[in-house]
């Protein structure tokens, strides 16, 4: 298969489990490649994701590593052999790689989460508001960087997967831009907050407490648990962090936050009424 210039975070992340899969049987790369028949360069290009792997040769890989996770197994052929070429990339090379990978990882996960602190998250974002935050950044985008960021922004938000999402109260009380845009941004909310495969929860500022309130993140649910992915957002572009010992934090963290949040229903009680206040 060619060399990959810039691989995909989804092909890094198919990389990164033939990896571990690898070192958990205790081999190493020069005998995983002798198994194969494959020379030393060639794992190493598969295991950092240069390189692509057939099907054939990734359950080879599988029964060398003694996997006997079948449905793990697939899941990885799965990755490997998907030649999906999405909507994003219209955008390759007119947007950072980041953006990319986020909408990629969007389209392949079962279901999202996220936990907003500061901003509506942007897939309930207004074109105002996501306007807004976008002209906010520094150094400044030119009108061309900043249209193109919130058409990107509008196609994320054609989605049907579940998706649940759990903002504080400072969100939804920070005018990023004017009341008119914030009062927009409510109604927005109140209507996405119907729909049936969405779920809206508010963190009232009343809690007492709760220092977990303070992180963001987007939690992305893998065609298996041990292939889900976290997301934070960094100055220079997105972290994806798939670990199993952190993804365990991330989960217990999660049910912990929507735990103390409102009920949907006093959730759009509140929108509504923050709404009235503009």
């Known amino acids: 298969m060619p060399t990959r210039r810039e691989p995909t975070a989804r092909q890094l992340r198919l990389a990164t489990e033939l990896r ?31 390189s692509g792997v057939s099907e054939q040769r990734l359950r080879r890989l599988a029964s060398h590593y003694a996997c006997t996770d079948e449905e793990f197994v697939d899941a990885l052929v799965a990755m490997a052999t998907d030649r999906t070429r999405g ?18 990882l969007e389209h392949h996960a079962r279901f999202l989460r996220h936990v907003a602190i500061l901003y509506v998250p942007g897939l309930m974002q207004t074109e105002d508001y996501s306007r807004a935050v976008f ?55 109140l209507e996405l907050s119907e729909a049936p495969h969405i779920t809206l929860r508010v963190i009232p500022f009343e809690l007492d407490g709760f220092a977990l309130a303070s992180s963001t993140m987007t939690y992305a649910g893998g065609s298996l648990p041990r292939l889900d992915t976290v997301v934070r957002d960094a100055l220079h572009g997105s972290h994806f962090i798939d670990s199993e010992a952190q993804l365990n934090t991330y989960r217990t963290s999660f049910r912990k936050v929507e735990g103390v949040s409102l009920d949907p229903g006093r959730t759009r009680d509140l929108v509504h009424a923050l709404a009235k206040e503009l």
């Open 135 to 189: 002209s906010s950044r520094l150094p400044e985008l030119t009108a061309e960087e900043l249209e193109l960021r919130i058409e990107h922004r509008k196609a994320r938000q054609q989605f049907d997967l579940p998706y649940e999402a759990v903002i504080h109260e400072a969100a939804l009380r920070i005018r990023v831009s004017d009341r008119a845009t914030s009062r927009a941004q409510l109604t927005r909310l």
């Open 20 to 50: 571990k899969l690898r070192e958990a049987a205790g081999l190493t790369a020069r005998q995983a490649a002798a198994m194969l028949g494959v020379s030393n360069v060639q794992i190493s290009q598969i295991e950092s994701g240069l």
């Open 87 to 104: 909507w994003w990339e219209e955008y390759r090379g007119r947007l950072p790689t980041s953006f990319l990978d986020l909408s990629e």
